[in-house]
């Protein structure tokens, strides 16, 4: 198809212009003022056009656990989370559905999905996200989450100490069922990409991380991880480690400009100089964060420093929605109390950067996609500037960044096809997925408590958390 955007606002170095945009194929072929008209005009004035953003990091299936969790540090709420999480692959395509649903509604083109696969079903949970990402037309990384220790090594002292199985599936095992899905799956000429996704040295061995590096060499897959989320895992590097964990990361040759780190809250100034050293991203989830504790990631020390910084939502279990705008909001403001100097602070304008450049960075598309320029491939999204939450009119990206834009994208283009339209998708009935939703979630899902008590006594004590009583609590 072919589009000509009309009278559109975009940024430019001093301020806004007013441009025409045309659209043709896959491609941004045109910018610029009073251009003719080819294919279908759209109407974009009082419309504020950016390129797309990336959620660089979410667990797609945790849509079913929005607003189930308590708030627990992440080393007991993930117990939780594994004990509900759901077991169908109905429900691996339909939340898949609804994290691009909420991706696409807040200015997202483009997901990281750090996938939980059903045990036994992996390749088929792998489709079934690539299914749903494909029908409603988003861009997506699939990285299917896999780990080679059990759930216990992710605790400090836990294999020492906690009782457990090893873990049910060998090296070779996980490795082999990584290579059919790429085999089978990995189609960037269809706009999916499979990624390897150990979850984080806390749960792999290096001879997984090996594994995952060799095959996203022969393939030229995006690598993505959970990186030093916590305190705990920080004493966990050191316990294993003898230092710093993304040292270790380095030697083993697993960061490079295709590796992407969700949270890195935990890293000190040589950590930092191996990010920049290596070309990583990092992907920075404020609002996850904080809603399990977690820490602030450094991220004006990572500007500085000069490492890429994306933006995530992570999975809604620890989030709640997939708000990519909230995600954006929280992830740049949160750092105005972490440094006084308010010329480091990250400015509207900064923060949409990020998330757009940013994160096509991150995912290594930076040269295919992520600015407004002719020849890239046409992610766009049409902000509409009469939307009341957009109003009145000020400075436009810093009401969208600071504000609580709702309902404003009206259009939303993904690879040069229309996916949203007048504010609406066009390729889901979201009115009946709700009613899918809704069908699925009749009865109240309830947290299980189950793992948690296995492990929350050790916690405590490993954390130095002292003795108060009863367990969790909701
Ligand atoms: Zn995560």
Redesign the pocket.
């Known amino acids: 198809m072919t589009y000509t955007l009309r009278s559109a606002l975009i940024p430019v170095e001093d301020g806004y212009a007013t441009v025409d945009v045309q659209i043709e194929g896959d491609r941004i072929a045109a910018i610029g003022a009073g251009l003719p008209t080819v294919g279908t005009a759209i109407d974009a004035e009082n419309k504020l056009l950016l390129p797309g953003f990336v959620n660089g990091?979410?667990?797609s299936v945790q849509f079913w656990q929005r607003g189930l969790i308590p708030q627990l540090p992440l080393e007991l709420w993930l117990a939780d989370v594994m004990d509900t999480s759901p077991t169908a692959l109905e429900q691996t395509y339909l939340g898949a559905l609804g994290t691009a649903i909420g991706t696409l509604l807040s200015g997202g083109t483009c997901v990281m999905d750090?996938l939980y696969v059903i045990a036994g079903h992996e390749v088929e949970s792998v489709a079934a996200a690539a299914r749903a990402y494909k029908e409603i037309g988003i861009r997506a990384f699939i990285a299917p989450l896999i780990q080679d220790m059990p759930f216990v090594a992710g605790y400090p002292e836990g294999l020492k100490t906690l009782p457990h199985q090893p873990y049910q599936q060998s090296t070779a095992d996980i490795l082999a069922l990584m290579e059919t899905i790429v085999t089978e799956l990995h189609e960037p000429e269809a706009g999916i990409q499979i990624a390897v996704g150990p979850t984080g040295f806390h749960r792999c061995t290096d001879a997984l991380f090996e594994g995952c590096r060799d095959l996203s060499d022969r393939h030229n897959l995006c690598r993505h991880i959970?990186l030093l989320?916590t305190r705990s895992q920080k004493m966990l590097a050191q316990e294993r480690y003898g230092g710093s964990a993304v040292k270790h990361l380095q030697e083993i040759g697993f960061l490079d400009h295709r590796t992407s780190l969700?949270?890195s809250i935990w890293l000190d100034d040589a950590d930092i100089a191996i990010l920049a050293e290596t070309k990583s991203t990092v992907v920075h989830?404020a609002l996850?964060n904080l809603r399990l504790g977690s820490g602030i990631a450094p991220v004006l020390k990572y500007l500085a420093a000069g490492v890429n910084v994306a933006f995530?939502c992570?999975?809604a279990a620890?989030n709640d929605g997939q708000d990519l705008l909230e995600a954006i909001k929280i992830g740049s403001l949160l750092h105005n109390v972490t440094d006084p100097d308010y010329k480091h602070w990250i400015t509207p304008r900064k923060a949409v950067e990020m998330a757009a450049i940013g994160g096509f960075t991150g995912v290594n598309l930076a040269d295919q996609v992520g600015s407004l320029t002719v020849g890239k491939q046409a992610d766009l999204v049409l902000y509409d500037l009469k939307n009341l939450s957009l109003l009145p009119r000020t400075d436009p990206i810093k009401l969208l960044v600071l504000g609580r834009p709702n309902a404003a994208v009206d259009s939303v283009w993904v690879r040069g096809k229309r996916v949203i339209a007048d504010g609406t998708i066009q390729t889901v009935e979201v009115d009946r997925f709700s009613q899918t939703v809704f069908n699925y979630s009749k009865g109240y899902s309830k947290p299980q408590y189950k793992t948690i008590h296995q492990v929350e006594a050790h916690y405590r004590r490993v954390m130095g958390l002292t003795e108060c009583g009863d367990s969790v609590v909701d």
């Open positions: 990091h979410a667990h750090h959970h989320e969700a949270h989830n996850s995530g992570d999975g620890s």
